[in-house]
T-cell receptor
């Protein structure tokens, strides 16, 4: 069974440029998460989807970040414009609510110059 | 407000001995607890989980213990192997439909050959 797939793995951009990350969750997982991980820290939740509905986006900086989950499967996280402080790893994860297990993708490492 | 805490940033253990990683939490409304292993430049890999209604779960060399009265979680690795060297994160899932996973800041385990 394929795991959570993310792309791109690495992205280097200049500040004020836009960037987008894509995620394909594990088949059948209705809940999808985007997390932010800074060096030396644990993952921090940005947004959670149940099917196509964003049920928790309280920690998403909505002035520059946006996300969508097309047809309740793939998801895209966008930053526009990017700032220096956005340099981090963006992790996508999916789960089945009844099992409690959460599975991560490899992450997308963003460097903003 | 750090609801999930890993107070030891690092741990060194001799190969073949037991590794014990600890985690404390402050919120009684978590229903699942999980452990992840993370290698550099990779996403967190799910290791083992435990439901809040249990006090022990075992999977091969990995055992997780849950002490609800002390709000304490631990991961035992026996015997430790050099390949276990990584950063370990504990996580807790909010109950009552929130399904929000909160992570600790991680403990770096080094297994010495």
């Amino acid at each position: 069974e394929a795991g959570v797939v993310q792309s791109p793995r690495y992205k280097i951009i200049e500040k004020k440029q836009p960037v987008a990350f894509w995620c394909n969750p594990i088949s059948g997982h209705n809940t999808l998460y985007w997390y932010l991980q800074n060096l030396g820290q644990g993952p921090e939740l940005l947004i959670r989807y149940e099917n196509e509905e964003a049920v928790d986006d309280s920690q998403l900086p909505k002035d520059r970040f946006s996300a969508e989950r097309l047809k309740g499967v793939d998801s895209t996280l966008k930053i526009q414009p990017a700032e220096l402080g956005d340099s981090a790893v963006y992790l996508c994860a999916s789960s089945l609510v009844r099992t409690g297990e959460l599975f991560f993708g490899e992450g997308s490492r963003l460097t903003v110059l | 407000d750090q609801q999930v805490k890993q107070n030891s940033p690092s741990l060194s253990v001799q190969e073949g001995r037991i590794s014990i990683l600890n985690c404390d939490y402050t919120n009684s409304m978590f229903d699942y607890f999980l452990w992840y292993k993370k290698y550099p430049a990779e996403g967190p890999t799910f290791l083992i989980s435990i439901s809040s209604i249990k006090d022990k779960n075992e999977d091969g060399r990995f055992t997780v213990f849950l002490n609800k009265s002390a709000k304490h979680l631990s991961l035992h690795i026996v015997p430790s192997q050099p390949g276990d060297s990584a950063v370990y994160f504990c996580a807790a899932r909010g109950a009552s439909g929130t399904y929000k996973y909160i992570f600790g800041t991680g403990t770096r385990l080094k297994v010495l050959a």
